[in-house]
């Protein structure tokens, strides 16, 4: 069973900054997309950013010149360097990916989720 474990959350001043990690653990994996999507209270889940394993990027707008993500191959871990972080950032951040198991079929997981709080 794949599992995703993240770390790196927390509370911080408008300003400041944060690194997410999220590290996938399992027997033979192959990881095609990992990222981070975000929950504010009341509202949706919605992507932050993605990584492809060749290392293409996809941010959302307001992740666009803050957020950086990152991705380590070998170690099966994602990164996501948050900056100028805003009250609007608040949210619990989860680490998704779309991995497989060989010889299994690929499936979405999901982390646990880690709180991140920005306060004024």
């Known amino acids: 069973q794949v599992q995703l474990v993240e770390s790196g959350g927390g509370l911080v001043k408008a300003g400041g900054s944060l690194r997410l990690s999220c590290k996938a653990s399992?027997?033979?994996?192959?990881?095609?997309?990992m990222g981070w999507y975000r929950q504010a209270p009341g509202k949706e889940r919605e992507l932050a950013a993605s990584?492809?394993?060749?290392?293409?990027?996809n941010y959302a707008d307001s992740a666009k010149g803050r957020f950086t993500i990152s991705r380590d191959n070998a170690e099966n871990t994602v990164y996501l360097q948050m900056n100028s972080l805003e009250p609007g950032d608040t949210a619990v951040y989860y680490c998704?990916?779309?991995?497989?198991?060989?010889?299994?079929?690929?499936?979405?997981?999901w982390g646990q989720g880690t709180q991140v709080t920005v306060s004024s």
């Open positions: 990584i492809t394993s060749s290392g293409s990027t």
């Open positions: 399992g027997r033979n994996l192959s990881i095609r997309v």
């Open positions: 998704n990916a779309e991995v497989r198991e060989w010889p299994g079929p690929m499936k979405t997981r």
